[in-house]
Nanobody
Framework: LVQVVEFGGDSVQAGGSLRLSCVAS????????MAWFRQAPGKEREGLAA????????YYTTSVNGRFTASRDSTKNTLFLQMDSLKPDDTAMYYCAATASGPNWCRQYWVRADRYVSWGQGTQVTVSS
């Protein structure tokens, strides 16, 4: 089982940037899909981006493509989310998640939050206007 912990959330002004980090531990020798999600109050959890540990992605949701960039440091089992041009609508709790998978599942179904086994505790991002 792969476990994850995320950090890096903060309060920033609109137009600013933040970089979130997610560190995986446990059974990282097996391949897994690792993703970023967010959830704002009163809204559903939204998939943002994902990568496959065996070498695939990043995959993005269209709403953040161009502003958010996911990258992975495989030597440190760490997934990053660089967020630029932040808007007040980006205010949310940001979560990292991981689940064992093959490359095709990660590429096609990474946005399925209900299929992830491991979740971090979340890190809060607040963007003020």
């Amino acid at each position: 089982l792969v476990q994850v912990v995320e950090f890096g959330g903060d309060s920033v002004q609109a137009g600013g940037s933040l970089r979130l980090s997610c560190v995986a531990s446990g059974d990282t020798h097996s391949d897994y899909c690792m993703a970023w999600f967010r959830q704002a109050p009163g809204k559903e959890r939204e998939g943002l981006a994902a990568v496959y540990s065996g070498g695939g992605g990043p995959y993005y949701t269209t709403s953040v493509n161009g502003r958010f960039t996911a990258s992975r440091d495989s030597t440190k089992n760490t997934l990053f989310l660089q967020m630029d041009s932040l808007k007040p609508d980006d205010t949310a709790m940001y979560y990292c998640a991981a689940t064992a998978s093959g490359p095709n599942w990660c590429r096609q179904y990474w946005v399925r939050a209900d299929r992830y086994v491991s979740w971090g505790q979340g890190t809060q991002v607040t963007v003020s206007s």
